[in-house]
């Protein structure tokens, strides 16, 4: 009984006095105030345009089509400078590639016909293990035979 109400009041202690925290929570401040309903949502009220005068200038037609050629044909020029002999350099390479694949096959050690001859065994954990204890006496009979000659300098 002492437990759970030394439990209790560490939880639910502070609600008891009369002194108040500030305490923010957001998930209230975002639904009450709605910032981004305001900036981006259906609250959203763009402002409204600046009064005054524009200024309108009306470029020659022939001038601005002249100046979009000439940008337009340095682009161009740039683009295909930059790709050029991409196209060719991409096929050499993928012959490249399947030359080199076809010599890999055809040098491997494997080949389809000792490939189709290969069976899969199930693992035996007790051969396995008889096995590893063996490597494990042989080394150790190893290890030993090399301290039973004399160490010369």
Known sequence: ?????????????????????????????????????????????????TPGYVAVIEPNEKNEKEGEDEKQSEFTNARDAHYAGMYTTAMQRNKEMELMNKNAIENSSLDAAQLENIKLVPADPEKDKKEDEEKKKKAKEEYLKQFEKPFSC
């Open 1 to 49: 009984m002492c437990a759970f109400a030394h439990e209790w009041n560490w939880v639910h202690g502070e609600a008891l006095t009369r002194q108040r925290r500030a305490y923010l929570n957001v998930a209230n401040v975002l639904k009450t105030y709605q910032p981004r309903a305001r900036t981006e949502g259906h609250l959203f009220q763009p402002e409204p345009p």
